[in-house]
């Protein structure tokens, strides 16, 4: 069986990430959707949170399992038996990023290789800092993030039962 780890923060999930994630599914026999602990960025969601949110959205896809991970990509790709990194680009200033990641991750595991996807047109403009920028400005993010996101985000901008967040 092929396996692919797609890693992320995922902070939150956009329907970009499901489109590459389906997209995979495609491609591999199986996609490992790797939510990562270990991150630069300061995130808005909890680890715990991001993990349930994309539980509950890829239920049910069933080439699909969502995991948490620590460390590495690549050592935690090597641990799970992976083949593959997947990666999404969305535009040429991805590539010089993802390029010199691809490398590095060869470097150290020589084994796994990193395979790139384009992002569907209608998600190149879109990442989880924009969208979480929006949110905050109370703009409209209705399908640009799952509904069950969308309602997680304005909950946690705007706490819960109000209506005045995230495209509420």
């Given at each position: 069986m092929r396996t692919a780890l797609y890693p992320g923060t995922f902070?939150?999930?956009?329907?970009g990430h499901i489109s590459l994630v389906r997209r995979g599914c495609e491609v591999f026999d199986r996609?490992?959707?790797g939510v990562a602990a270990d991150t630069t960025k300061q995130p808005l969601f909890s680890l715990e949170e991001r993990v349930a949110l994309a539980r509950a959205v890829f239920r049910h896809d069933s080439c699909v399992d969502v995991?948490?991970?620590?460390?590495?990509?690549?050592?935690y790709a090597e641990?799970?038996?992976?083949?593959?990194i997947l990666r999404g680009l969305r535009a040429?200033?991805?590539?010089e990023f993802e390029f010199q990641l691809a490398l590095m991750n060869r470097?150290?595991?020589?084994?796994?290789?990193?395979v790139f996807l384009m992002t569907d047109y209608q998600w190149?403009?879109?990442?989880?800092?924009i969208i979480k920028e929006a949110a905050r400005q109370k703009a409209d993010i209705k399908g640009l993030v799952p509904e069950s996101v969308r309602r997680a985000l304005s909950e946690k901008l705007f706490g819960s039962g109000r209506k005045n967040g995230a495209g509420d």
């Open positions: 902070d939150p999930l956009t329907n996609v490992i959707v995991e948490p991970f620590s460390g590495l990509t690549v050592a641990k799970r038996g992976v083949c593959a040429v200033s991805d590539f470097r150290l595991q020589k084994r796994i290789q990193t190149l403009y879109i990442s989880s800092t």
